[in-house]
T-cell receptor
Framework: ELKVEQNPLFLSMQEGKNYTIYCNYS?????LYWYRQDPGKSLESLFV?????AVKQEGRLMASLDTKARLSTLHITAAVHDLSATYFC???????????FGEGTQLTVNP | GAVVSQHPSRVICKSGTSVKIECRSL??????MFWYRQFPKKSLMLMAT?????????EQGVEKDKFLINHASLTLSTLTVTSAHPEDSSFYIC??????????????FGSGTRLTVV
């Protein structure tokens, strides 16, 4: 059974600081996804990482994938309040199959 | 591109009644759609995989007769919560796999349906 673990589950940080969210998964996977969810809303796609060593950046967020370590990271640079949300990583074991989600990281960026 | 539309966004119903939630792929064909349930401050839990023209595949512990899924066309899947009870109150989200050539082959999600059973 594919398992996906995120840490930390809760993250409170100050504006302007940097931090990293970690996502570990248990078996070989084709793709790793990062999503953002605001309270009461559905999921917004952030990144899809397709291969070992993949790195993608959008604004203050950068995601990377190490398939050998079965680890993905979501790095936050110089956090701003607008980044406050819950972030999920997810993995599908084979392309087009079901997604397995991590528990989510609730990020709060304080002024 | 690759938009999934989900309706209604909110619904309140009385115990014992049934509620239908629709999930439509607006600009692509989706042979497979997924239905998730999310409890407050929790992750998404896959309920079932909806396959166009065939029976849905339900996850272990999900009652097939309670959560009826129909995927009658390549652009529409519906989830019907039958004889709803307060414990069925939750946030339901549908998803479809976007075609590789349209986006980056990622999954696209509907806006979700907040169901409250009173």
């Amino acid at each position: 059974e594919l398992k996906v673990e995120q840490n930390p589950l809760f993250l409170s940080m100050q504006e302007g600081k940097n931090y990293t969210i970690y996502c570990n998964y248990s078996t070989t996977s084709d793709r790793l996804y990062w999503y953002r969810q605001d309270p009461g809303k559905s999921l917004e796609s952030l990144f899809v990482l397709l291969s070992n060593g993949a790195v993608k950046q959008e604004g203050r967020l950068m995601a990377s994938l190490d398939t050998k370590a079965r680890l993905s990271t979501l790095h936050i640079t110089a956090a701003v309040h607008d980044l406050s949300a819950t972030y999920f990583c997810a993995v599908d074991k084979t392309s087009g199959s079901r997604l397995t989600f991590g528990e989510g990281t609730q990020l709060t960026v304080n002024p | 591109g690759a938009v999934v539309s989900q309706h209604p966004s909110r619904v309140i119903c009385k115990s014992g009644t049934s509620v239908k939630i629709e999930c439509r792929s607006l600009d692509f064909q989706a042979t497979t759609m997924f239905w998730y349930r999310q409890f407050p401050k929790k992750s998404l839990m896959l309920m079932a995989t909806s396959n166009e023209g065939s029976k849905a595949t339900y996850e272990q512990g999900v009652e097939k007769d309670k959560f009826l899924i129909n995927h009658a066309s390549l652009t529409l899947s519906t989830l019907t919560v039958t004889s709803a009870h307060p414990e069925d109150s939750s946030f339901y989200i549908c998803s479809a796999r976007a075609p590789l050539e349209r986006v980056w082959g990622g999954y696209t999600f509907g806006s979700g349906t907040r169901l409250t059973v009173v």
